[in-house]
Protein backbone atom coordinates (compact mmCIF):
# COMPACT_ATOMS: atom_id res chain seq x y z
CA UNK A 1 0.00 0.00 0.00
CA UNK A 2 2.86 2.65 0.17
CA UNK A 3 2.90 2.83 -3.49
CA UNK A 4 -0.50 4.59 -3.24
CA UNK A 5 -1.11 8.45 -1.93
CA UNK A 6 -3.96 10.02 -0.69
CA UNK A 7 -6.04 11.84 -3.43
CA UNK A 8 -7.49 15.15 -2.87
CA UNK A 9 -11.03 15.55 -4.36
CA UNK A 10 -11.00 19.22 -5.98
CA UNK A 11 -13.81 20.22 -8.13
CA UNK A 12 -12.85 23.45 -10.52
CA UNK A 13 -15.36 26.53 -9.86
CA UNK A 14 -15.95 29.26 -12.17
CA UNK A 15 -16.21 32.81 -10.86
CA UNK A 16 -19.70 33.07 -11.85
CA UNK A 17 -20.33 29.35 -9.95
CA UNK A 18 -18.87 31.03 -6.80
CA UNK A 19 -21.17 33.40 -6.51
CA UNK A 20 -23.99 31.21 -6.79
CA UNK A 21 -22.50 29.25 -4.42
CA UNK A 22 -21.88 31.81 -1.81
CA UNK A 23 -25.18 33.09 -2.76
CA UNK A 24 -27.47 29.71 -2.46
CA UNK A 25 -25.47 29.35 0.78
CA UNK A 26 -27.10 32.01 2.20
CA UNK A 27 -30.31 31.25 0.97
CA UNK A 28 -30.86 34.43 -1.14
CA UNK A 29 -32.13 35.13 -4.47
CA UNK A 30 -31.00 36.86 -7.18
CA UNK A 31 -33.39 39.56 -6.21
CA UNK A 32 -32.30 39.11 -2.82
CA UNK A 33 -28.21 39.80 -3.41
CA UNK A 34 -29.31 42.75 -6.23
CA UNK A 35 -31.25 44.70 -3.07
CA UNK A 36 -28.30 43.79 -0.81
CA UNK A 37 -25.73 44.71 -3.35
CA UNK A 38 -27.38 47.30 -5.37
CA UNK A 39 -26.41 45.40 -8.69
CA UNK A 40 -28.77 44.49 -11.14
CA UNK A 41 -30.90 41.09 -10.71
CA UNK A 42 -29.88 40.56 -14.26
CA UNK A 43 -26.47 41.73 -14.44
CA UNK A 44 -26.09 38.76 -10.86
CA UNK A 45 -27.51 36.51 -13.16
CA UNK A 46 -25.14 37.23 -16.31
CA UNK A 47 -22.24 37.06 -14.03
CA UNK A 48 -23.71 33.85 -13.07
CA UNK A 49 -24.04 31.97 -16.63
CA UNK A 50 -20.19 33.61 -17.15
CA UNK A 51 -21.58 36.31 -19.72
CA UNK A 52 -20.47 39.04 -17.85
CA UNK A 53 -17.48 39.17 -16.45
CA UNK A 54 -17.12 40.11 -12.73
CA UNK A 55 -14.73 42.63 -12.30
CA UNK A 56 -12.79 44.05 -9.40
CA UNK A 57 -15.19 46.69 -8.38
CA UNK A 58 -18.29 44.55 -8.45
CA UNK A 59 -16.42 41.79 -6.90
CA UNK A 60 -15.61 44.31 -3.89
CA UNK A 61 -19.75 45.31 -3.32
CA UNK A 62 -20.90 41.60 -4.12
CA UNK A 63 -18.53 40.38 -1.59
CA UNK A 64 -19.70 42.83 1.19
CA UNK A 65 -22.94 41.98 0.52
CA UNK A 66 -22.41 38.07 0.78
CA UNK A 67 -20.10 38.75 3.66
CA UNK A 68 -16.72 37.30 2.39
CA UNK A 69 -13.59 38.35 1.08
CA UNK A 70 -13.61 39.43 -2.51
CA UNK A 71 -10.62 37.08 -3.26
CA UNK A 72 -12.97 34.35 -2.55
CA UNK A 73 -14.78 35.35 -5.52
CA UNK A 74 -12.14 36.56 -7.91
CA UNK A 75 -9.98 33.61 -7.45
CA UNK A 76 -12.82 30.29 -6.72
CA UNK A 77 -9.92 27.76 -7.39
CA UNK A 78 -6.97 29.64 -5.78
CA UNK A 79 -4.98 26.49 -3.47
CA UNK A 80 -3.27 28.37 -0.89
CA UNK A 81 -1.00 25.05 -0.11
CA UNK A 82 0.27 24.46 -3.29
CA UNK A 83 0.61 27.99 -4.26
CA UNK A 84 2.19 29.18 -0.76
CA UNK A 85 5.10 26.20 -1.24
CA UNK A 86 6.12 27.37 -5.15
Request: proline residues 3%.
Amino acid sequence: MSDYRKVKKRVEVSVGESVRILRELQEMSQNDLAKASGIPQSTISAIENGRVRLGVDRAKVLARALRCHPAVLVFPGWDVEHESAA
